[in-house]
């Protein structure tokens, strides 16, 4: 289940990552709402990632 959760939540992260990039390359600013929207959305795939990872180093 953690792994298969963890797994999904790499591919999310990635999928984040690359609509970011491409965001930031078309609107040219790092302010505009979409790419905010998009960074933040990263920033929470990322810490649910985290949190699993020590959720399983804590439970061995």
């Known amino acids: 289940m953690l792994l298969s959760k963890s797994i999904e939540l790499h591919e999310q992260i990635k999928i984040y990552r690359e609509k970011l ?3 930031e390359d078309n609107k040219g600013a790092l302010n505009d ?3 905010i929207e998009a960074s933040q959305e990263l920033d929470k ?6 949190k699993m990872i020590i959720s399983i180093r804590l439970t061995g």
Do not use: I, Y
Request: cysteine-free; proline content about 0%.
């Open 21 to 23: 990039n491409a965001l």
């Open 45 to 50: 795939l990322k810490v649910s990632l985290q």
């Open 33 to 35: 709402s979409e790419v």
